[in-house]
Every structure is written in structure tokens, then in C-alpha cells.
T-cell receptor
Framework: DVKVTQSSRYLVKRTGEKVFLECVQD?????MFWYRQDPGLGLRLIYF???????EKGDIPEGYSVSREKKERFSLILESASTNQTSMYLC??????????????FGPGTRLTVL | AQSVAQPEDQVNVAEGNPLTVKCTYS??????LFWYVQYPNRGLQFLLK??????LVKGSYGFEAEFNKSQTSFHLKKPSALVSDSALYFC??????????FGTGTRLQVFP
């Protein structure tokens, strides 16, 4: 079974702090994604990566950055946390599409509260 | 632009009754459609997908979904609901850059 793990289930930070959310997958997937989930808005894509050291902006990248130094690890960075970044953050991974589209596998999520 | 809509915020059904969770989509080209489920305090779990072929797709936990091209719908169904099916359900469509676009989610409540 694919396993996607996230470093924390719950996190509380203060406004202005730099926040790191870590995601690791163990199935050698090329693609990795970061989403935030808010009630009534569904999942919105922040950043994604198709390969090591490669990143692409999603729909809501402002205030975030990412790092992918190794294939299995994809980090989301909040450079200066703000209260409007309080949310559930979900990491996902998938195989690179090749004539078919492969489903994404999700981690358990990190509920971040910024005070 | 690709999009997906889930018109119901919540669906209530009695245990043992059939359930339907609705999803409509808008895409250019062939649609690649997905259903995911999220149990409380958990990440999303993949249920099923439609890529091509039969319009009725079978997935995990006894769920199935019917693809209807003329109505641009991909409704999730189960013949007999269980209390344990109570969860948040998301429909998603792949866009032209291979990203998934998710609906806003439908909360399914199954009453004993």
C-alpha cells in the first residue's frame, strides 16, 4: 500500500513565524502535491512537483513556497505565517501519467492554526 | 476552464436505502473523473475513477458511479447505505495540465 505521511497532525504557530510542513511518500511516485482544505471551498492546489528540484504554482501559491530536494519528500513552507493561513493542509502523491491518469494518494493532513 | 460542481452540501439517507451523491463537470476534451472520500480527521481516500470504457464504474466499499456524457454528470451511488458510509465525499476532474480540480464536497449522513 502507498503510504503518505505528514510530519504533524496538529500545529499551532504565531503570526509571522516561519512554518515547515513535511510530507514523505514511500512508493517512488514522481508527482507530489500540496493542497489546503477549507469548509465550503473544497481542496485548492497550492503547489505541485513532477520531479526532484522541480515545482509549479497551483491555484493559490501566494504566501507559500515549496522544496523538493529528494524524490520522496515535498516540503511546504509558510515564510511568514498569517491568520488567514489557518487551515487543513493535505499532501498527495501519484505516479507520473503515461497514457492513463493515476489517482492521487493522500496523507492524513496537518491542521494548522495561526494565532 | 475545467470545473466540477457538487450541488448538495449535505445528503441524508436512512441505513439500508440507496444513496446518490451528485457531481456535474465541465471539461474540454475527454473527461477523467474521480471520487474520493474523507472520514473524520483523515486524509482523502480514492474510491473510483472513470477514464474510458463502461459508463458504470465500480469502486471500493460497494460504491459505483455512473458517467453520463449527455448530462455531463458523474453521480456516486450505493444500493444500500451503511452508517459507516457517513463521511465527506469529493468529486474531481483532471484538467488539461494533469492537475485535479476538486468540487466543494458533499457531506453524507446515514441515519440508523
Amino acid at each position: 500500500d502507498v503510504k503518505v505521511t505528514q510530519s504533524s497532525r496538529y500545529l499551532v504557530k504565531r503570526t509571522g513565524e516561519k512554518v515547515f510542513l513535511e510530507c514523505v511518500q514511500d512508493m517512488d511516485h514522481e508527482n507530489m502535491f500540496w493542497y489546503r482544505q477549507d469548509p465550503g471551498l473544497g481542496l485548492r492546489l497550492i503547489y505541485f512537483s513532477y520531479d526532484v528540484k522541480m515545482k509549479e504554482k497551483g491555484d493559490i501559491p501566494e504566501g507559500y513556497s515549496v522544496s523538493r530536494e529528494k524524490k520522496e519528500r515535498f516540503s511546504l513552507i509558510l515564510e511568514s505565517a498569517s491568520t488567514n493561513q489557518t487551515s487543513m493542509y493535505l499532501c498527495a502523491s501519484s505516479l507520473l501519467a503515461s497514457g492513463n491518469y493515476n489517482e492521487q494518494f493522500f496523507g492524513p493532513g496537518t491542521r494548522l492554526t495561526v494565532l | 476552464a475545467q470545473s466540477v460542481a457538487q450541488p448538495e452540501d449535505q445528503v441524508n439517507v436512512a441505513e439500508g436505502n440507496p444513496l446518490t451523491v451528485k457531481c456535474t463537470y465541465s471539461v474540454s476534451g475527454n473527461p477523467y473523473l474521480f471520487w474520493y472520500v474523507q472520514y473524520p480527521n483523515r486524509g482523502l481516500q480514492f474510491l473510483l475513477k472513470y477514464i474510458t470504457g463502461d459508463n458504470l464504474v465500480k469502486g471500493s466499499y460497494g460504491f459505483e458511479a455512473e458517467f453520463n456524457k449527455s448530462q455531463t454528470s458523474f453521480h456516486l451511488k450505493k444500493p444500500s447505505a451503511l452508517v459507516s458510509d457517513s463521511a465527506l465525499y469529493f468529486c474531481a476532474v483532471r484538467d488539461i495540465t494533469d492537475k485535479l480540480i476538486f468540487g466543494t464536497g458533499t457531506r453524507l449522513q446515514v441515519f440508523p
